[in-house]
């Protein structure tokens, strides 16, 4: 697998520590920042590695920041497993926002429950139910909202900032880790015995629902295994993609 787990892990050089520290530091003073000047403020989580140390970050700051996740009804067990470890680990619970039962019911009788794999369009009609309009409720009333995003994930996070403006929310859009490195990310798990998605030692680096996520091989970008039939500038799901973001990443016009 492309990702390092904390068994895999040897310890730390000085300077990889001391580079970790300055991140963690970093972090911790953005999130304390974020609860301190832009309340209420949310932190959207996928369970991911990412989000995780997110997560750790949030609770060693005892900063106040709502975590929620969009349950889309297609998510892992694996997943769900890790919720319930959260709200056990750090006495944290991770609010649900599942999709809207119509939206799911029309578009399985008009479509079939896996008509994602037939086209783009479909594919992301299906995550604007189970995601996008989902994450609209759970931004209500929010004047900022957290997420793990990094740039090394694809190229239509290249160009993120660490703070950003959400025309589409009218709210902050914070991204403590956009700097990290996938090293950053599991010594950090490694460092604090951060408990992480199971899915993660079977080769999953990146994770979603479970039809449209699988396994990558040795070599393969860490996304690769999300829409794994899609090419790399239409990855995502609506929630981040940002077109013109994506098109000066790939070098286009």
């Known amino acids: 697998m492309d990702h390092a787990s904390p068994a895999d892990l040897a310890s730390l050089s000085a300077a990889d520590a001391a580079r970790l520290d300055e991140k963690e530091a970093a972090a911790l003073a953005l999130l304390s920042e974020i609860a301190r000047d832009f309340s209420p403020a949310s932190f959207a989580t996928s369970l991911g590695a990412e989000d995780q140390v997110i997560t750790d970050l949030i609770a060693r700051a ?75 409720r759970a931004l209500t009333g929010k004047r900022a909202w957290i997420t793990g995003l990094r740039r090394e994930q694809s190229v239509t996070r290249a160009d993120l900032s660490v703070r950003e403006w959400d025309a589409d929310h009218k709210l902050e859009k914070f991204n403590p880790l956009i700097d990290w490195t ?6 950090y798990i ?46 995502e799901c609506g929630l981040h993609f940002d077109p013109a973001k994506a098109h000066r990443a790939l070098g286009q016009k």
Do not use: M
């Open 190 to 235: 490694r460092r604090y015995n951060v408990p992480y998605n199971a899915l993660h030692d079977q080769g999953y680096p990146s994770l979603g629902c479970a039809p449209c996520t699988r396994a990558i091989t040795v070599g393969e970008d860490i996304r690769a295994g999300r829409w794994w039939w899609e090419n790399p500038e239409t990855k």
């Open 62 to 136: 005892k900063a106040e920041i709502e975590l929620f996740t969009l349950d889309t009804g297609r998510l892992p067990e694996e997943t769900h497993r890790l919720i319930q470890e959260v709200r056990l680990h750090y006495g944290i619970a991770i609010r649900a926002y599942a999709p809207e039962r119509a939206d799911v019911e029309n578009y399985i009788v008009q479509h079939g429950p896996n008509a994602f794999y037939d086209s783009i369009e479909l594919r992301k009609e299906c995550c604007r139910i189970r995601k996008v309009v989902p994450l609209g």
């Open 182 to 187: 996938t090293d950053d990310v599991w010594n």
